[in-house]
């Protein structure tokens, strides 16, 4: 005789993982992330703030 919680725990592991639409909806998150950070990293203030980390990283070992 399986009781209830027996039956709700197995109920639960064949459930696990992922479906198709949950993975479309974390690579579209994904996507909209990088798109994000992409445009953070090419905006003016990042781009200058990277080129003056880099020319002070030469001017120490030159």
Do not use: H, K, P, W
């Not at 399986?2 to 198709?20: C, I």
């Amino acid at each position: 005789m399986v009781t209830g919680t027996r039956r709700a725990m197995r109920r639960m592991f064949r459930e696990t993982g992922m479906s198709t639409s949950e993975y479309a909806v974390g690579i579209m998150a994904a996507c909209t992330f990088a798109l994000v950070l992409l445009g953070v990293v090419r905006s003016d203030a990042v781009r200058n703030a990277l080129v003056g980390i880099v020319q002070s990283a030469l001017g120490l070992a030159g």
